[in-house]
C-alpha cells in the first residue's frame, strides 16, 4: 500500500480531472472518461487563456518531471 502511495504521487498523469465531491481522495481520475470530455475542454480552454492572458509559454520552460 505505502509503495502505490508513494508512486501515485511521484508518477503522475499529464492530466487530472477529480469529482472531489464523490471522490475526495482523487484516486478515480476522470480525465479519459467519456461522459467528462465537455469539462475537460472547458478546463483546457481555460487554462490556455490564462496563460497567453500571464505571457505564460507553457511547458518549454518547466522542470523535466523526474521519472
Same mark, same amino acid.
Given at each position: 500500500?505505502? $509503495? ?8 503522475? #498523469?499529464? *492530466? +487530472?480531472?477529480?469529482? $472531489?465531491?464523490?471522490? #475526495? &481522495? *482523487?484516486?478515480?481520475?476522470? $480525465? %479519459?472518461?467519456? +461522459?467528462? !470530455?465537455? /469539462?475537460?475542454? *472547458?478546463?483546457? +480552454?481555460?487554462?490556455?487563456? &490564462?496563460?497567453? !492572458? !500571464?505571457?505564460?509559454?507553457? #511547458?518549454?520552460? %518547466? $522542470?523535466? /518531471?523526474? !521519472?
Amino acid at each position: 500500500m505505502a $509503495v502505490r502511495a508513494i508512486n501515485r504521487n511521484e508518477y503522475r #498523469p499529464a *492530466e +487530472e480531472l477529480y469529482d $472531489v465531491t464523490k471522490d #475526495p &481522495w *482523487e484516486m478515480n481520475n476522470l $480525465v %479519459d472518461s467519456p +461522459e467528462h !470530455q465537455g /469539462v475537460l475542454k *472547458e478546463l483546457r +480552454e481555460a487554462l490556455d487563456a &490564462w496563460m497567453k !492572458q !500571464q505571457n505564460d509559454p507553457g #511547458p518549454s520552460l %518547466d $522542470v523535466p /518531471v523526474r !521519472q
